[in-house]
């Protein structure tokens, strides 16, 4: 049986960063991504996650911010590199920041929290995509510098899903090598034994 839902899944894939252009997802189009995007496993309804809009010139002072704390880091920073830290957040229309903030729970372990945020991300790419734009995820140095995370807006206990550019693409996107489903994948076949 043919599947126009298959089909698309069997062809989804990131576009480039930098020719993610303008325009942007409307608002109402970013509503429909970020419903889209909660429509995912939450064991105890928890909604652990929640999304950051970086649009505007907030790209541009963000970068700045990055390129600083790079160099607080790192020490001066050769043009190259701060150009590449500056341009961060900006090299697409539009940045939204999965977050994880995991909430207190005595029978929910935090790293399911977790990978409910990475499922969160991934339908939102995929609403994206269905709504016509191009998108990539990244998380990159400053997600695992708490410094970083402030700059961003994540409160000292949140954690970065991903960071998913969005914008209009002429694509196709490039394909890359995928792997081989068949070697992936087996019947059980009893305990762990070494």
Do not use: C
């Not at 995912?40 to 809009?53: A, Q, S, T």
């Not at 911010?65 to 341009?87: H, S, Y």
């Amino acid at each position: 049986m043919a599947s126009p839902i298959i089909d698309f899944l069997l062809t989804r894939n990131s576009a480039p960063i930098p020719e993610l252009k303008e325009p942007a997802p409307s608002d109402a189009d970013i509503s429909t991504m970020i419903a889209a995007a909660t429509r995912v496993p939450d064991h105890g309804r928890l909604e652990p996650w929640r999304f950051i809009l970086y649009r505007g010139d907030v790209r541009i002072e963000i970068g700045k911010k990055l390129a600083d704390l790079a160099e607080q880091r790192e020490g001066p920073l050769p043009e190259g590199r701060r150009n590449q830290e500056l341009a961060r957040f900006s090299r697409a229309p539009l940045v939204i920041g999965v977050v994880s903030a995991p909430k207190e729970n005595p029978k929910i372990p935090q790293w399911e929290m977790f990978l409910s945020g990475g499922m969160a991300a991934m339908n939102l790419m995929i609403a994206a995509n269905a709504l016509g734009y191009g998108t990539n995820m990244i998380s990159n140095w400053y997600s695992d510098v708490p410094e970083g995370r402030a700059i961003l807006g994540l409160a000292p206990q949140e954690r970065v899903v991903g960071f998913v550019h969005i914008g209009s693409y002429a694509g196709p996107a490039p394909e890359r090598p995928r792997p081989d489903p068949a070697k992936l994948y087996a019947d059980y076949s009893g305990p762990w034994v070494g």
